[in-house]
């Protein structure tokens, strides 16, 4: 399978440095750019599109509900129009820093609770994909890839847009093809190998397994991969040799 790499970037703020973005960049595909709502800010925006033109890395904008506090992690009661509006000032915000560098935003990725929300409620995501539509069409959505990408598909036609899927490289997945609650046992795969023994299952037999076992075949467009600590920029490392060679094996 191709499958890109893509990683939240850009979520530093001010003088406060998060993440290792700058090692990251050249093993990745594509970077997930905060806009300002729950990181980030104008200079840091700024760097990142330097960062991700000078390496051949596709940008996506990664938007959230406005909760710098809470790094966009908590739900918030928003309209539907407030949500049409944040989404275009964030993608706007981005767009016009890519046009500096002749470049552009060609896909879109909510961030946190934002993107927990659009897989929960229809509304949310029809919200999303009107957003993308009164703004670009050929910016792509990213969702996360599960047994209803069908009827995702089918929503997206409506506002003519397209979708990327997404799965992950560090979470565990229920039988239903859904990613297993973080508060559960056994959510967040924090072994090293058994990470990439995920990824190397999806890159070679296209499927990953349940946390009972059972063998998923799930789309996937894109793997995502988070890189805030040391130990994540080895793993990316390994994925990217992975992703370009799957006879590769972790040491």
Do not use: W
Request: charged content about 25%; hydrophobic content about 40%; glycine content about 6%.
């Amino acid at each position: 399978m191709n499958i890109k790499l893509n990683c939240d970037m850009g979520e530093s703020f001010g003088i406060y440095t998060m993440g290792f973005d700058e090692q990251i960049m050249p093993y990745i595909d594509m970077a997930n750019l905060a806009c300002g709502f729950h990181a980030s800010d104008p200079v840091t925006m700024h760097r990142s599109i330097k960062s991700a033109v000078a390496h051949g890395v596709e940008i996506g904008v990664h938007p959230s509900y406005p909760d710098l506090v809470g790094f966009g992690r908590r739900n918030m009661a928003c309209s539907n129009e407030e949500i049409v509006s944040l989404i275009l000032y964030q993608l706007g915000a981005l767009e016009a820093l890519c046009q500096s560098y002749g470049t552009k935003v060609s896909y879109l990725k909510p961030h946190g609770a934002l993107y927990n929300s659009m897989m929960q409620d229809e509304e949310i995501f029809k919200s999303i994909a009107k957003a993308i539509s009164k703004y670009d069409v050929s910016i792509k959505l990213m969702i996360l890839s599960s047994s209803k990408n069908i009827y995702y598909e089918t929503l997206a036609k409506k506002y003519g847009i397209t979708l990327l899927f997404e799965l992950f490289a560090d979470r565990a997945y229920t039988d239903e093809g859904f990613l297993l609650a973080r508060q559960k046992k056994g959510a967040v795969i924090t072994d090293t190998k058994r990470v990439f023994k995920q990824v190397k299952r999806l890159l070679t037999k296209g499927n990953i397994k349940s946390i009972s076992g059972k063998k998923l075949k799930l789309k996937a467009d894109t793997l995502c991969v988070h890189g805030d600590n040391q130990s994540a920029l080895e793993l990316i490392k390994a994925l990217a040799r992975l992703r370009d060679d799957s006879t590769y094996k972790l040491c």
